[in-house]
């Protein structure tokens, strides 16, 4: 059998007496969404940060294609191939959309050992930051600094950064929190297209129901940091844990 | 749609039209520069010429730090006179060859380079303040280094010594018919102006060599680390790496130019290199100037140099213009000077909140 893309062991973090993330152990494979749900404080947020590096766990370990990866620094963890959009916008504001696009691009394709050369000689690198900020539908905006835009088009750009690093394993912190009604399907549907491709690995933190039921393959519950269930979504969704601690849908609903 | 017009700002005209005055400001500067030795004939404009381009040099290189990476360092004259001493003891003890100039300074800058890794490294990773009392703390250290071990550095006295031949006055760089040293419009082509340009050329190679990095993907990255460090980290930069890196890069440039000044004043103590005075200098040209527009620090360095030699004669100036007013002439007095470069540095910053280049350029408008 190979490698899981992702796993967590005996995944643990303490704040002085609080345990925000319980002795998580879970694995992921490659062409697979899933999704994590639960209440506020559970431990979602959390559990990313100790995925994506800008956490260092109290104990356990994370493993990326078998390698252990728990003491690398967060830019080792994106050089190999660990993607992370965040919960609370987290861009370049003083900086264009497009040197933020540019700059995830950058990163991932690297420039060479040319120090003097202007960065606006790269053309490939201008060429994949515009391409991506057209899958984001950002184009128009492209030279507004980031602080400049609306609430809407600074998910987008977390979303567009995302795609930029070119990530082996997608990590989405409630992507969708606070966009209109009609600028969500924008980012569901990307996803969705991620999704589609057998080499990537997905996880998206979520509230929405009818979003998890569209998009998941495979659903994770965390309540005060422990991995309450973990199953495909009909199972998950119709369970009494679930029900109880989190969903609160009416159980027909669930079914 | 082609790079550049994707790359550059939106083209309003304001914007636009502060970029061209920023940028003709600049090019008048550097013109009155490069041609400095005909223009003003007077010695002591001379020596204001050279610290002009010193201090650019100085000025933009800690702009590198402060401006594009959001690196605050108190070390900027350390480094700066690391450079000089070397270049001074060296001239000193062996002789005023360029081999003195190119192994003591070299030996300077070097060991520049290596205690910026050194600071790097060690103090990089914790917070910005407490980054910013490490150099501080080292700075100090220096000068009293400087001052203990007299018998090397000169102590408070600094060190005196002659520059390589060819910037001695008696040194004849071309010859006219008559067999005497040759004048073009009424300038001596003598060891004095080779002095002067050695200055202007190595100092413009240096602000090019900045101006290139800040333009290459290079100074992008450090833009992002100053705009959202953690998110640099995330999306794949090693930020301590690329910390430590420019810092060293700005402390190589300050003591190759502390080698320069050396040369240029034949003297090197503490007071024309060290000090936090100088420190503070710097950094008010940069804040003036505007942080992080690398042109910025040639409009901040020359204007703040030039009212430090020239504000007290203005004055002078202005006073006897206005000795039949009450009052007035008192208020103009010459002993009044840091009186009036205090007011003259507040209102800039009321007008230019974001320095004269930034302001004007619509920089940094956005925090
Ligand atoms: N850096 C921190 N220091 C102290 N407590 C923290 C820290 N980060 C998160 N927590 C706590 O951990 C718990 C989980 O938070 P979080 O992961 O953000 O939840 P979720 O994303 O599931 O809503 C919360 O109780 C939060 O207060
Ligand atoms: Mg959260």
New interface residues.
């Given amino acids: 059998m190979t490698f899981p893309s992702l796993e967590t062991r005996g995944l643990t973090i303490r704040f002085g007496g609080h345990i925000a993330v319980n002795n998580v152990s879970c694995s992921f494979r490659p062409g697979e969404l899933t999704v994590i749900v639960g209440p506020n404080g559970a431990g979602k947020t959390t559990w990313f940060n100790l995925v994506?590096?800008?956490l260092t766990p109290s104990e356990g370990s994370i493993l990326l294609r078998g390698e252990d990866i728990t003491a690398l620094?967060?830019?080792?963890r994106?050089?190999r191939g660990i993607g992370?959009a965040?919960q609370l916008t987290?861009?370049?504001?003083?900086?264009?959309v497009?040197?933020n696009v540019?700059?995830?691009v950058?990163?991932?394709r690297g420039?060479g050992p040319r120090?003097?050369?202007?960065?606006?000689a790269?053309?490939e690198i201008?060429e994949i930051a515009?391409a991506h900020l057209e899958t984001a539908r950002l184009e128009s905006v492209?030279?507004?600094?980031a602080?400049?835009l609306p609430h809407g088009d600074q998910r987008k750009l977390e979303v567009a950064?995302l795609l930029?690093?070119e990530p082996e394993i997608f990590m989405f912190d409630e992507p969708t929190a606070g966009m209109s009604v009609d600028e969500a399907p924008v980012i569901l549907e990307l996803i969705d297209t991620i999704r589609k491709d057998s080499s990537k690995t997905v996880l998206l933190v979520e509230h929405k129901m009818d979003v998890v039921r569209a998009l998941a393959d495979r659903i994770i519950v965390l309540h005060n940091g422990e991995q309450v269930a973990d199953g495909a979504p009909e199972t998950v969704m119709a369970s009494e844990i679930v029900r109880e601690i989190y969903l609160g849908i009416p159980a027909g609903e669930a079914a | 749609m082609t790079d550049s017009e994707l790359i550059s700002a939106p083209a309003s005209d304001p914007v636009r039209k502060g970029r061209m005055v920023v940028y003709a400001i600049a090019l008048v500067i550097a013109l009155a520069l490069a041609f400095a030795p005909f223009l003003f004939q007077d010695v002591r404009s001379g020596q204001v010429a050279a610290r002009i381009c010193i201090f650019i040099v100085l000025a933009a290189s800690y702009d590198l730090l402060i401006g594009y990476t959001g690196i605050v360092s108190f070390a900027h004259t350390m480094f700066f006179g690391m450079g000089a001493y070397g270049a001074a003891i060296a001239l000193k003890n062996s002789g005023a060859h360029w081999s003195s100039v190119i192994a003591g300074g070299g030996l300077g800058v070097l060991c520049a380079a290596v205690l910026a890794v050194l600071i790097g490294i060690l103090s990089l990773r914790v917070k910005a303040i407490f980054f910013a009392m490490v150099t501080l703390a080292a700075a100090s250290v220096m000068l009293v280094l400087v001052s203990q071990f007299s018998d090397f550095t000169g102590g408070e006295d600094g060190i005196v010594y002659s520059s390589p031949n060819l910037f001695k006055p008696a040194t004849k760089l071309l010859l006219g018919d008559d067999g005497k040293v040759l004048k073009i419009m009424g300038v001596s082509m003598d060891g004095k102006i080779a002095a002067y340009y050695f200055v202007f050329l190595s100092c413009l190679v240096l602000y090019w060599f900045l101006a290139r990095i800040v333009r290459s993907p290079l100074g992008t990255v450090l833009e992002a680390i100053r705009e959202n460090e953690m998110r640099a980290e995330a999306i794949g930069y090693r930020v301590v790496a690329y910390r430590t890196a420019v810092f060293m890069i700005a402390a190589i440039v300050a003591a190759l130019a502390g080698v320069v000044w050396a040369v240029w004043l034949k003297y090197t103590g503490p007071e024309s290199t060290l000090s936090f005075a100088i420190m503070i200098d710097i950094l008010l040209m940069v804040v003036i100037g505007g942080m992080g527009t690398m042109v910025g620090a040639v409009i901040g360095a020359t204007l703040m140099s030039i009212a430090q030699f020239f504000l007290k004669d203005l004055m002078e100036a202005a006073a006897g213009a206005t000795s039949f007013l009450p009052l007035v002439p008192n208020l103009l007095n010459p002993d009044r000077w840091l009186l009036w470069l205090g007011i003259l540095f507040i209102l800039l910053v009321y007008f230019f909140p974001a320095g004269i280049a930034g302001t004007l350029m619509k920089k940094g408008a956005h925090k």
Avoid: I, V, W
């Fill in positions: 994506s590096g800008q620094a967060p830019s080792a994106a050089k992370r965040f987290n861009l370049f504001p003083g900086l264009s497009f040197e540019r700059l995830a950058q990163a991932k420039t120090l003097f050369r202007p960065a606006a790269y053309r201008s515009r492209a030279d507004l600094p602080a400049a950064l930029a690093m």
